[in-house]
C-alpha cells in the first residue's frame, strides 16, 4: 500500500488538457535549463550563467545556476514524462517568481523590453500543473490509481 503523502502527491483530477500543458511547458523549461546546465542551444553553461547571475545580485552565483538549472532542467522533464509533476511544478514556479522579480518585472510587462510577460505566462501554467496535477495521460496517474474516468 502506497503512502497517503504519496498518493496525494501523484493524485490528479485532470483529464487529457494537461498532457497538453505540460508537454510544451516541459519542453521550454527543459531547453532553458540546458541552456544554463550543459551551454546547449546557444546558452552560457554553469560558469557563464553563474557568472550572470552573481552580476545582478544572485549570489553565489554558480549555485543559483546550478539550482535554477537543475530545476528547469529536471522539472521540464518531469513535465514531459508525467512523473513527480506537483513538486516539479511547484519548484518551476519559483523559478520564474524569482526570475520575474529579480530580472524582468521592472521592465515592465512587454517581452520586447525585456519584461516579464514570458515569465508570467510560465509561472501560470506551472502553477496550473501543481493545483491539477499531471492529468490523465501520466506515470503519476497510473501509480497513484487517480486516472479521471473516461
Do not use: C
Amino acid at each position: 500500500m502506497t503512502h497517503p503523502l504519496i498518493t496525494r502527491l501523484l493524485s490528479t483530477n485532470a483529464g487529457w488538457a494537461a498532457l497538453a500543458l505540460r508537454l510544451p511547458i516541459g519542453i521550454i523549461f527543459a531547453a532553458h535549463g540546458a541552456q544554463k546546465l550543459f551551454g546547449w542551444f546557444g546558452g552560457y553553461g554553469l560558469e557563464g550563467t553563474g557568472k550572470w547571475m552573481a552580476s545582478i545580485g544572485l549570489e553565489p552565483g554558480y549555485l543559483m545556476a546550478l539550482l535554477a538549472g537543475s530545476g528547469e532542467f529536471f522539472g521540464g522533464l518531469a513535465l514531459i514524462i508525467g512523473l513527480l509533476v506537483r513538486p516539479a511544478a511547484a519548484v518551476l514556479a519559483i523559478a520564474m517568481l524569482v526570475a520575474i522579480f529579480s530580472v524582468h518585472f521592472a521592465n515592465g510587462l512587454f517581452m520586447s523590453n525585456n519584461g516579464y510577460e514570458f515569465g508570467l505566462a510560465l509561472l501560470a501554467a506551472s502553477v496550473s500543473l501543481m493545483l491539477s496535477g499531471a492529468g490523465r495521460a501520466s506515470i503519476d496517474a497510473a501509480l497513484s490509481g487517480s486516472a479521471p474516468k473516461a
